[in-house]
């Protein structure tokens, strides 16, 4: 049983990712220029939704056993491993932004960074 996706899918994903743009434009210049203020959950929020509607797409993804191969795991294997060995050779105090990856970075490999103490 095969999917032919097709070109109509892709625009149409194309066209919902356009809208959620125009949205987000639509809301921005709402909170600047009207001063109006809109309540919007913080971004650790939006990831959560972001990983679920992924990993949904994926389930519903038609993919076959040999279209997995071990070469597709290595980009994201030296992208964890290089942002862990970033983090714990950073000299100094850690930087707001540089203490957030860190601690996400060792949060998903199960330990602590000093960032995080």
Request: contains cysteine; aromatic residues 8%; hydrophobic residues 60%.
């Given at each position: 049983m095969t999917h032919d996706l097709g070109i109509m899918?892709?625009?149409?994903?194309?066209?919902?990712?356009?809208?959620?743009l125009l949205v987000g434009l639509g809301l921005a210049a709402l909170a600047t220029h009207w001063a109006v203020t809109v309540p919007v959950p913080g971004s650790e929020f939006f990831l959560y939704v972001l990983l679920f509607l992924i990993g949904a797409d994926l389930a519903h993804t038609p993919l076959q056993r040999n279209a997995i191969r071990p070469a597709?795991?290595?980009l994201p294997l030296v992208?964890?491993?290089?942002?862990?060995l970033a983090g714990a050779s950073s000299p100094g105090p850690p930087t707001p932004t540089s203490a957030m990856?860190?601690?996400l970075a060792a949060d998903l490999a199960g330990f602590r960074c000093r960032a995080c103490w």
């Open positions: 899918h892709v625009i149409r994903e194309c066209g919902i990712a356009l809208a959620f597709m795991f290595t992208v964890i491993v290089a942002s862990l990856a860190c601690c």
